[in-house]
């Protein structure tokens, strides 16, 4: 009976050191996919290009967040504390596009994504806001 006990204690144990821990600094966040729908003041959005994906990931490993601006790709680190949102990246040399109005879309989503200061999540919508910035996502 009392090898049981120790066995069964035993198993319990491991169970424990085997599941996975809150504090591993996981993240509602981590390994989802996004593509922007729109951007700009609350209540003042513009809608993203017709035929554009301007596309963003989150890659627990490594707390990575990898994507699109529908012109070129880009890769960096996030960090999360709360809903606060940290990105730091690095644009890649990609392709050149040739329209003038990507572009700007291009330069409006970085500037307000760099800046992030916090996210929303409801549903399969993504919210990332910057002062009076915001970026809208729809789960991918």
């Known amino acids: 009976m009392m090898r049981a006990?120790?066995?069964?204690?035993?198993?319990?144990?491991?169970?424990?050191?085997?599941?996975?821990?809150?504090a591993t600094g996981g993240s509602e966040l981590d390994?989802?996919?996004?593509?922007?729908?729109?951007?700009?003041?609350?209540?003042n959005l513009t809608q993203v290009i017709e035929d554009t994906n301007v596309s963003l990931d989150f890659v627990r490993s490594g707390h990575r967040v990898t994507g699109s601006t529908g012109c070129n790709a880009f890769d960096g680190g996030y960090e999360i504390e709360g809903n606060a949102l940290t990105i730091d990246y690095e644009i890649g040399s990609g392709q050149r596009c040739d329209l003038s109005a990507i572009v700007e879309q291009e330069q409006r989503f970085l500037s307000t994504f760099v800046d992030a200061e916090s996210y929303t999540l409801e549903g399969d919508t993504?919210?990332?806001?910057?002062?009076?910035?915001?970026?809208?996502?729809?789960?991918r």
Do not use: H, K, Q
């Open 126 to 139: 993504l919210t990332i806001t910057c002062e009076d910035r915001v970026l809208v996502f729809n789960r």
């Open 31 to 43: 390994d989802t996919s996004w593509l922007l729908e729109s951007y700009g003041a609350p209540g």
């Open 5 to 22: 006990r120790i066995l069964v204690a035993a198993i319990m144990s491991f169970a424990l050191l085997a599941a996975p821990s809150c």
